[in-house]
């Protein structure tokens, strides 16, 4: 069963990848070691997701409530995005989506719940359309 999982989602993972999605992806995790990379054709450069961890008292520790991407080129306004934050085993903690911006070179996803930033091993940009 677990294994069948893991296959459909590296299956999924893959057809993603190949589909095509934000060209050249530089992952940052908050000092974290892990992050997904995805290659695509709506731009040609380099784009970079980042997170800043707050603390929450009900937690309690600290938490990823907001990932900034930036870098984003024209090519790439008004496409659907969909972000999401891996953990232990390419769980998915948490997904937001949404659409890019019209203007400009970055926007910013916001996770609702937030996620706890010690369970996030890497994070998944997705764009498309």
Not at 61 to 86: D, E, H, N, P, R
Request: aromatic residues 8%; contains cysteine; proline residues 2%.
């Amino acid at each position: 069963m677990r294994r069948g999982i893991i296959a459909a989602f590296l299956a999924v993972s893959t057809f993603a990848g190949v589909y095509g999605l934000a060209a050249s992806l530089n992952l940052t995790t908050d000092s974290l070691g892990a992050a997904e990379t995805t290659v695509a054709a709506c731009q040609a450069g380099t784009l970079t997701a980042t997170y800043t961890s707050t603390y929450a008292a009900g937690l309690p520790g600290y938490q990823v409530g907001t990932v900034t991407v930036t870098g984003l080129a024209a090519t790439c306004y008004s496409k659907v995005y969909k972000i999401t934050l891996f953990g232990a085993g390419n769980a998915s903690l948490g997904e937001a989506t949404g659409s890019t911006p019209t203007s400009g070179t970055s926007f910013a996803a916001t996770f609702s719940p937030a996620v706890s930033a010690a369970s996030v091993t890497g994070i998944g940009v997705v764009i498309s359309g």
